[in-house]
């Protein structure tokens, strides 16, 4: 009996982390809307993009950074460095942003 009431809890435990996972996972189409609207006046964040801030890094560049991290740019992109603007970004839409930057890889 125990073990299987062991074997529930498991298999309850993996469906309930697959179902946490699938619906936390980040949308990178909708961090390339996001990017396009917010990001693209400093940052050039699609190929065929004709203008951008040569001061600031291509999103493909921060992509290719041998220490890229979609975790950590979300992170940063929640509190950014005082040259970016201020924009009131969401956890998600922050994790967006991040994983359509992981993409571009």
Known sequence: MRQ?????????????????????AADADHGADLAKRWCASCHVVANGQ???????????????????????????LLDPHPKMPNFPLSRTEAGDIAAYIGSLR
């Open 4 to 24: 299987h009431l062991r074997r529930i809890c498991l298999l309850l435990a993996v469906a309930s982390s697959f179902c946490m996972s699938s619906a936390l």
């Open 50 to 76: 004709a203008t951008a801030s040569a001061d600031v890094p291509s999103f493909a560049s921060v992509a290719r950074k041998p220490d890229f991290s979609p975790e950590r740019l979300a992170f940063f």
